[in-house]
Antibody, heavy 120, light 111 residues
Framework: QVQLQESGPGLVKPSQTLSLTCTVSGGSISGDIYYWSWIRQPAGKGLEWLGRFYTTGRTNYNPSLKSRLTISVDTSKNQFSLKLSSVTAADTAVYYC????????????WGQGTLVTVSS | QSALTQPASVSGSPGQSITISCTGTSSVVGAYNYVSWYQQHPGKAPKLIIFDVSNRPPGVSYRFSGSKSGNTASLTISGLQADDEADYYCSAYTSSSTLYVFGTGTKVTVL
């Protein structure tokens, strides 16, 4: 069974760049055809899709974050990453990585989530 | 893209059935049969319970069922159990650049 695990700093200063990594186990990140997404959830609030990376190399970003967001993949480590620049307190949230199947529009496997706080 | 509208809370007694609505627009929910539902217990990651409006992934109880009419999707939980107490989120695919829109979330309380 596929498992995803987020990792990265839990505290980021305002205006800096938030960097997270999602490590995939139980399956190859480049095998078959999947897309790999980042989703976040501020405390006590709903979910927000941030962006996704296809194993074909294509990326899609939420327009509300597109200018600040980069998603990349390291197939040698079976990982994909998120970088969000110029963060503010509004970016404080639990960040999840998740998998979807090509041609299917849902998220079938999720990481446990990691809390990132933006504060000086 | 605005979030899909869900009731903030729904409650029911054990054994009862409850239904959670998820209202969007003709371009979201209404346009495609790509509506999914997620269950989230406190402090846990969301778990997929319904995909493509009414399909259940392997291992998900038959007590969870989904449907859609026009711009509104619905999740029904029958035979309510204590472990069903959680937050529930709908999600829909949209052809806009936002791609995925989630609902506002519904807290289910088992009385």
């Amino acid at each position: 069974q596929v498992q995803l695990q987020e990792s990265g700093p839990g505290l980021v200063k305002p205006s800096q760049t938030l960097s997270l990594t999602c490590t995939v186990s139980g399956g190859s990140i480049s095998g078959d055809i999947y897309y790999w997404s980042w989703i976040r959830q501020p405390a006590g609030k709903g979910l927000e899709w941030l962006g996704r990376f296809y194993t074909t190399g294509r990326t899609n970003y939420n327009p509300s974050l597109k200018s600040r967001l980069t998603i990349s993949v390291d197939t040698s480590k079976n990982q994909f990453s998120l970088k969000l620049s110029s963060v503010t307190a509004a970016d404080t949230a639990v960040y999840y990585c998740a998998r979807g199947d090509f041609g299917e529009e849902f998220f079938d496997f999720w990481g446990q989530g990691t809390l990132v706080t933006v504060s000086s | 893209q605005s979030a899909l509208t869900q009731p903030a809370s729904v409650s029911g007694s054990p054994g009862q059935s409850i239904t959670i609505s998820c209202t969007g627009t003709s371009s979201v929910v209404g346009a495609y049969n790509y509506v999914s539902w997620y269950q989230q217990h406190p402090g846990k990651a969301p778990k997929l319970i319904i995909f493509d409006v009414s399909n259940r992934p392997p291992g998900v109880s038959y007590r969870f069922s989904g449907s859609k009419s026009g711009n509104t999707a619905s999740l029904t939980i029958s035979g309510l159990q204590a472990d069903d107490e959680a937050d529930y989120y709908c999600s829909a695919y949209t052809s806009s650049s936002t791609l995925y829109v989630f609902g506002t979330g519904t807290k289910v309380t088992v009385l």
